[in-house]
């Protein structure tokens, strides 16, 4: 859709004024960063720039209805605008992008925990002035909705993630209700492993030269995990300069927070049947489903990845191990050494909740005392 002037403003001043139950739209974020050129000189998209529409085909659904939301992003500026596709609904909901609650109880998200990689040019939306981007996913196969009651849906690329998150766009629409019949949640089905690489490791869907790739990497992993509780365990508990690189100032209770996880990381990869999967194709490192352990899909950046150091094989396994929720049961909430790093200091404990804080001090690259 392409709209002049004057029919953006129109467009933008009636949608502010007319969420309603079926329909929800996103007001803009005054905490707009300044925008960053790409190559090809298209924006990257700040807050306000792309407005956020939600909408459901009823207001009242019962157990067995999908609950499919319908999410529009519209560009209401002048100028072209890019996002990144992981952090909207147009490949799929790849992302905790919704905050879902029954009666002011929060649904807990059962998709995908991804760590992402270097974007590509086919993972950006490009939007022109007035452009929309429309997409319907269904929530039920994404958050348990075992809670019957009114639910309020709304989409808000921040509220899990935080500005730390790389590519996060402020993407926020207006919250809208509707009641839903609870009903159980199901995991996806996953194919079971074809290749015993080891005893607490197989494979499934990879050749046999990727295989013995996976089996290295998991024995670099497990060679994280066994340093990480070493170092955990048998140095003097203080603000030494690993741990407060990693995790913050120290309190004694973030540190034993951290020993605990890595020693729930180093038991999962020594007695634990996993399973790692080759069959993504995107460009991403790695994913998990939290409440699926041990299984882990390697995707295409994994292959170019260093078996050790920054952002590595071996490490990407301890990221993804360590969000499973009967291991550490970490997040995402800032990608990469510098977005973690500032995670840190400006918050301890969501350093200690986020999957590559784990990863980069389990590499310790470079080396930390």
């Given at each position: 859709m392409s709209l002049n002037l004057r029919g953006r403003l129109n467009w933008w001043m009636g949608a502010l004024a007319g969420a309603s139950l079926l329909g929800a739209c996103g007001a803009p974020d005054e905490r707009a960063a300044e925008p960053v050129e790409s190559t090809d000189g298209v924006k990257d998209a700040a807050a306000g720039d792309v407005a956020v529409k939600l909408s459901v085909g009823k207001s009242s659904l019962a157990a067995g209805d999908s609950v499919l939301v319908t999410v529009t992003l519209t560009n209401v500026t002048s100028q072209p605008v890019r996002l990144l596709k992981w952090h909207t609904p147009v490949d799929g909901l790849l992302e905790d992008l919704f905050v879902v609650e029954a009666d002011g109880v929060a649904a807990e998200y059962n998709g995908r925990h991804y760590k992402w990689a270097t974007p590509e040019a086919h993972d950006w939306l490009r939007l022109a002035p007035g452009e929309s981007s429309t997409s319907t996913v269904d929530l039920a196969t994404i958050y348990d909705l075992s809670r019957t009651g009114q639910y309020t849906l709304r989409y808000d690329s921040e509220a899990h993630h935080g500005r730390d998150h790389a590519g996060v766009s402020q993407l926020r629409s207006d919250s809208l209700s509707v009641f839903i019949e609870g009903r159980p949640f199901k995991l996806p089905e996953a194919q079971a492993a074809d290749t015993v690489v080891a005893q607490a490791l197989s494979t499934a869907n990879c050749t046999s030269t990727r295989a013995s790739t996976v089996s290295s990497a998991f024995s670099a992993a497990q060679t994280m995990a066994n340093g990480s509780v070493s170092y955990l365990t048998n140095t003097t508990p203080g603000n030494t300069s690993r741990y407060r690189t990693w995790f913050g100032t120290y309190s004694s209770t973030n540190w034993n927070t951290a020993k605990s996880h890595f020693t729930a990381i180093k038991s999962a990869f020594d007695t634990r049947s996993t399973i790692v999967d080759c069959n993504c194709t995107s460009s991403a490192y790695a994913y998990v489903y939290k409440n699926q352990p041990y299984r882990i899909y390697v995707c295409n950046a994994f292959w170019n990845a260093p078996m050790t150091g920054t952002d590595s094989k071996g490490g990407t396994l301890v990221h993804e191990m360590s969000h499973f929720t009967v291991v550490a049961d970490t997040d995402d909430h800032a990608y990469g050494q510098s977005a973690?790093?500032?995670?840190?200091?400006?918050?301890?404990?969501?350093?200690?909740?986020?999957?590559?804080?784990?990863?980069y001090f389990a590499e310790n690259t470079p080396a930390l005392p």
């Open positions: 973690a790093k500032s995670l840190a200091t400006s918050s301890p404990t969501r350093a200690l909740d986020n999957a590559d804080n784990h990863e």
